[in-house]
């Protein structure tokens, strides 16, 4: 048997997962289907990347031990995998114990090889990501993929050597076409990660501990990405106690990751494996985003519609179904609860639903459920044939190229066709005259042929689905293609079947998802209303005093501003604020107001500021300062 070995990323446990999150586990379920049908023995990995200074923050956020934190969000994964039908063989947790000695055990070999060496990393960080971002891309502090504010680290630190290996890499790159897929994803990363130059990699921290140590250093613990990255090696072994499965599985034949994490896994994981004498995986392909109202679905905007509300509505084949055909594996794809509906109520409840309906039915009018081969040949037969033929063909080559989206749309020509097959041999006509039976049985023959070539083709995408068709028109399961050239003599139908889909109420169940979404909304604008709250020791950082107005006059380059020496008891003080539209100079002469003593200084149109004065903003657009004369110069504001 050949082997076949497929993973999605591992997912961060760090709140519940959305529909964009199940995309690309539902992709990896769809091929392992398929290539179990085409006879291959597939090992598919998935799990939970739990490290790292984000989960470190919200479990601390939450007032519970990380482990504690992540535990609760893995058993949700592992239930809505279930869910889904997600068949997956290993679920890995970074925290498994196997998982993490191979860890550090690939860190200690990187270290000995002298790939990996000590230095300093001072530059910025994004928590959100977990990724260091250069100055050149991190425009006003923000981090390029997610717009969250960076953080400023310095820090000791081991560093990847990866310009050792960049050359290697890029020849691999050129030497292989369909090692990253889709091909301009190569291009893009050339452009703006290589070329420029790669410059070494941190792979450690120390400024926080929920990871794994690095080995007789401690204080270190393994940047978070090259603990997630090798999961794909220790699932299997790798260095563990058992390489069994490692042997027989690496190099995996396809990474599926999402488009914004191609970066790690066309680069730095090549250059671990390359650094650790590994071969490298056949493909990485890079899926792009499931989207709503153009934007990103993600639980911080709030624009998310979760799993288990379209399953528990709609049956979880729908959802595999729609994320397959409706966006192209590869780009960007909008989630919209009309072409939802839609695609339900066309593709499904029309299309195939009837299709299976309305065959089985006749089957059981005219021959009470049975009918037998005659292996009798028409026009229409052959054109049916023909169909089949044609669009199975087309969808096994879209299929090896995971363009999921065109194999569907070639299915749905096989299931159009048959539809139109029943059309074009009008099997009520034929029923009229006796002498027509056995074409009208040929004809059921046929139709219940193409049934079960549909069904197997859909079961990697729809696998419920395939099991109630194969359960109505009475077949054991298929599990291999191969069955699927063997002509039965017989099929001998349920006598009494129910809709495999029923039709929707369009505009009701619109509506009914649209307000399931509106709740996802209103939950991130809560969460973003307590993210305003500050603790009590951000605002104890603040230093308040009472400063007295010594001396005000006007800023001498800025009509605006008015510039006062303030004394703040121990010491005058130079203020700019821009009050000049609301005060006369004059009028405030010793009087006793409240300062933020505290803040950086500034120069502001050049002349320095060293703090600044407290006001309130009107309603009426005037702005006042507060007054404090009854209080003591100097005293501080608690
Ligand atoms: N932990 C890393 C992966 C490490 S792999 C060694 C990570 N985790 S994640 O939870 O943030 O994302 C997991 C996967 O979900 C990624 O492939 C990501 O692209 C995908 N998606 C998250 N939101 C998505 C959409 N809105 N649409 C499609 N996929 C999305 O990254």
Known sequence: MKNYYLTTPIYYPSAKLHLGHAYTTIAGDVLKRYKQLQDYDVYYLTGSDEHGEKIETKAKEAGVSPKQYVDDIVSDIKVLWDLLDIDYDRFIRTTDVDHEQA??????????????????????????????????????????????TLEVVKEETYFLKCSKYVDRLVAHMEANPEFILPESRKNELLNNFIKPGLQDLAVSRTSFKW????????????YVWIDA???????????????????????????????????FHVIYWPIILMALGLELPKQIFAHGWLLMDEDKMSKSKGNVIYPEYLAENYGVDTIRYYLMREISFGDDGQFTPDTFVTRINTDLANDLGNLVNRTISMTNKYFEGTVNNHAIINEHITWLHEVQSNS???????LEKLYFSKALEDLWRLVSGTNKFIDLTAPWALAKDEANLPLLEAVMYELLKSIEIISTYVKPFMPTTAEKIEQQINIEAVTSFTTLDVSRETYNVLSKVEPIFPRLEKEVEVEKIKGEMQKGMEAAKAKLAVEDEIEFDQFKQVKLKVGKVVSCETHPNANKLLKFQIDLGTETRQIISGLASYYEPSDLIGRHVQVVANLKPVKLRGELSEGMLLTTDTSDGQVKLIFLDEHEVGAEIL
């Open 392 to 398: 199975l063909q087309s969808m096994n080559s879209n």
């Open 229 to 263: 990255l090798s999961n794909y090696i220790t699932a299997l072994g790798y260095l563990g106690e058992d390489e069994e499965l490692f042997n027989k599985y690496w190099p995996a034949d396809v990474h599926l990751v999402g488009k914004e994490i191609i970066r």
């Open 103 to 148: 860890v550090q055990k690939i860190f200690d070999r990187l270290k000995e090889n002298g790939d990996i060496y000590k230095g300093e990393y001072e530059g910025k960080y994004c928590v959100s990501c977990e990724t260091y971002v250069t100055d050149s891309s991190a425009a006003e502090g923000k981090c390029p993929d997610c717009s969250a």
């Open 211 to 222: 990871g794994v140590p690095v080995k007789g250093d401690e204080d270190h613990v393994i």
